[in-house]
């Protein structure tokens, strides 16, 4: 069974600091690792997905997680944070073989203060 | 292209009502999956369609179902209603080409709430 850990489910920035969110994941076949984002009142925002390829993934906004299969870690940084980037950040996983089914780990509320 | 949507946004219920969401996924993607989002329990997936057909569910009680029509559209119900379904229903979908294996665009979600 897959299961996702995202350690500190709250994170607190200063603006123009390094973010760091941390998700650590568990899976017995090669996984699919996304980060998604959401705003209060919306749905999910795809950040960024790792499908086997490059191990340093760029997404949107700036945003850039690292695959580390020794560590089995998907981490996501941003080099220096926004007041727009405070939200809620969810790491996910899946599997090849799943279909569509991702794996959600608890969340991590990013604050960035000014 | 338009983004998924959910009808309605909103609902409110009492226990032991049953109610309807809806989903129109992305134009052109035939696989439609949901979930369910609520504070103690975070996100869970309930289960996903494909061509009209139930390819994967989540554990959830027989009391949640779903189905989808020959244009993609989704709806999933959930019967006899107890306060612990109190929660945003989220609906995604998913293209089909390999490049976009298992990359799911969520839609702004169902918030049901259950007095």
């Known amino acids: 069974a897959q299961s996702v850990t995202q350690l500190g489910s709250h994170v607190s920035v200063s603006e123009g600091a390094l973010v760091l969110l941390r998700c650590n994941y568990s899976?017995?076949?090669?996984?699919?690792l996304f980060w998604y984002v959401q705003y209060p009142n919306q749905g999910l925002q795809l950040l960024l997905k790792?499908?086997?390829?490059?191990?340093l993934v760029k997404g949107i906004n700036g945003f850039e997680a690292e695959f580390k299969k020794s560590e089995t870690s998907f981490h996501l940084t941003k080099p220096s944070a926004h007041m727009s980037d405070a939200a809620e950040y969810f790491c996910?996983?899946?599997?090849?073989?799943?279909?569509?089914?991702?794996?959600f780990g608890s969340g991590t509320q990013l604050t960035v203060l000014p | 292209k338009a983004g998924v949507t959910q009808t309605p946004r909103y609902l409110i219920k009492t226990r032991g009502q049953q109610v309807t969401l809806s989903c129109s996924p992305i134009s052109g993607h035939r696989s439609v999956s949901w979930y369910q989002q609520t504070p103690g329990q975070g996100l869970q997936f309930l289960f996903e369609y494909f061509s009209e057909t139930q390819r994967n569910k989540g554990n959830f009680p027989g009391r949640f179902s779903g189905r989808q029509f020959s244009n993609s559209r989704s709806e999933m119900n959930v019967s006899t209603l107890e306060l612990g379904d109190s929660a945003l229903y989220l609906c995604?979908?998913?293209?089909?080409?390999?490049?976009?294996?298992?990359?799911?665009?969520f839609g702004p979600g169902t918030r049901l709430t259950v007095l």
């Open positions: 790792y499908t086997s390829a490059a191990t």
């Open positions: 899976s017995s076949v090669p996984p699919y």
């Open positions: 995604a979908s998913t293209p089909t080409t390999a490049a976009s294996y298992n990359e799911q665009f």
């Open positions: 996910a996983v899946s599997d090849a073989g799943s279909a569509r089914q991702l794996t």
